[in-house]
């Protein structure tokens, strides 16, 4: 007889923060960035209240009954946002120094490891 198969769950933790950043392209001039892009080039930076979702996916653990501990997933957020929350992009956070302000997906969307459970974030 074949051991059961792994159960295998989906769990979403959701969390805000919010931060500013101007948008402006060092290529252009003062008059192009403006009218390229408008209010959002003015020079003391304009905010945004991010969304961010979190969804682990692995196996259920048979002795605990979870994917990943809530605390642990709650903890591993916040240190990865804690950062960024309340903080000018442009000029706290060295990552966006170097990239585009709008590439926060990117920034935050890359697939992790969750620490002490081994499943994937």
Known sequence: MAPPAARLARLSRTASFSACHRL???SLS???NLKLFGKCNNPNGHGHNYKVIVTVRGEIDPVSGMVINLTDLKEYMQAIMEPLDHKNLDK???YFAEHHRERCSVHLGKPQEAPACGNAL
Do not use: A, T
């Open 30 to 32: 003062d008059e192009e």
């Open 92 to 94: 706290d956070v060295p």
């Open 24 to 26: 402006h392209s060092k």
